[in-house]
């Protein structure tokens, strides 16, 4: 049997989707295919489809992205389960925004029917904040975190509306979020500071900055009406990078992790801490995964997202 005892599991967010997620997944581990039927019927819509067959058009909307994401991955662990041959208790777990639901849900502290409703509502209501208040990200490749401060800092002031950092994903990759304006203006001053790449997401939600705050104020009424519970293991949270024990400590930081900084390098540090020794990506893609080597180049880290990988990893 496997030896879960120094295994990290990673739950990617928004970014990480793409047409034909959890399909091969599904069809081969009716564990996988149930969590897809059950988010169906409770949806109300095929949201199945759209994992698998798209448009991406759609996939990439907010208020769809969220919930598929949070799906495949729940689902992904169901395979996992199946092939483990009995239920999994890693060493830990964390999701990178989104992502951070569905750690909670295979950490036993958010039920899987309560987290794909908190999910889709979360999703609902950042796009409407989006659309209230325009805004954009943008990534800073070599950048560091006192330069990221300063050019945002600077933007802000002369432009008087806020950009922020936004994500702290590794060592020279710092995404910014924000007003427009002041996303561009930051943009110039990096490229005055001899920051040589930057790159302008697209993306029309300005994830974790002030610009999400109506949503934020919304969605704790969600949070406060959801049947949490304390997690059976570690869960590192993105707003604190600190483990989560608590039923209080969970609705703060999902509540503040919408206008806060993701900070994944201090979280997947707190996770090396803990004493993890491999680090399995549970998503459709490996973003997690790549970022791991440039946060500790002696990280072990796998992304599963085929039965294929499932079965490299975890054998059966």
């Not at 992502?99 to 987290?115: D, K, Q, R």
Request: glycine residues 10%; negative net charge.
């Amino acid at each position: 049997m496997f030896d879960w005892t120094s295994v990290v599991l990673l739950f990617p967010g928004q970014g990480s989707q793409q047409v034909g997620m959890g399909a091969q997944v599904a069809r081969e581990f009716p564990a996988a295919a149930e969590v897809f039927a059950q988010a169906d019927a409770l949806l109300g819509y095929a949201l199945s489809a759209l994992c698998f067959e798209g448009p991406a058009e759609k996939l990439d909307q907010t208020q769809y992205t969220q919930p598929a994401l949070y799906v495949t991955g729940v689902a992904i662990f169901k395979a996992l389960e199946a092939l483990n041959g009995s239920p999994i208790k890693p060493l830990a777990a964390a999701g990178h925004s989104l992502g951070e639901f569905t750690a909670l849900t295979i950490a036993g502290a958010l039920p899987f029917e309560a987290g794909l409703k908190l999910v889709a509502e979360r999703g609902r209501l950042m796009a409407e904040a989006g659309e209230k208040n325009p805004g954009g990200m943008a990534a800073l490749l070599g950048a560091s975190m006192d330069d990221a401060r300063a050019i945002c800092e600077q933007s802000s002031a002369e432009i008087g509306h806020p950009v922020v950092i936004g994500n702290d994903n590794c060592p020279g990759q710092v995404v910014i979020s924000g007003d427009n304006g002041a996303v561009d203006r930051a943009l110039e001053l990096a490229k005055a500071r001899g920051i040589k790449r930057t790159i302008r997401l697209q993306v029309s939600v300005a994830t974790h900055s002030p610009l999400m705050s109506a949503a934020s104020a919304d969605f704790r009424k969600a949070l406060d009406a959801a049947p949490l519970s304390a997690p059976i293991i570690p869960v590192i949270g993105n707003a604190s990078a600190a483990s989560l024990h608590t039923v209080e400590e969970i609705r703060a930081e999902l509540n503040a992790q919408l206008v806060s900084t993701v900070r994944w390098t201090e979280s997947v540090m707190a996770l090396q801490a803990l004493g993890a020794k491999t680090f399995l990506e549970l998503g459709p893609k490996d973003v997690l995964t790549g970022l791991l080597k440039r946060i500790h180049k002696d990280a072990v880290g796998f992304a599963l997202n085929t039965p294929e990988g499932l079965r490299q990893v975890v054998g059966g």
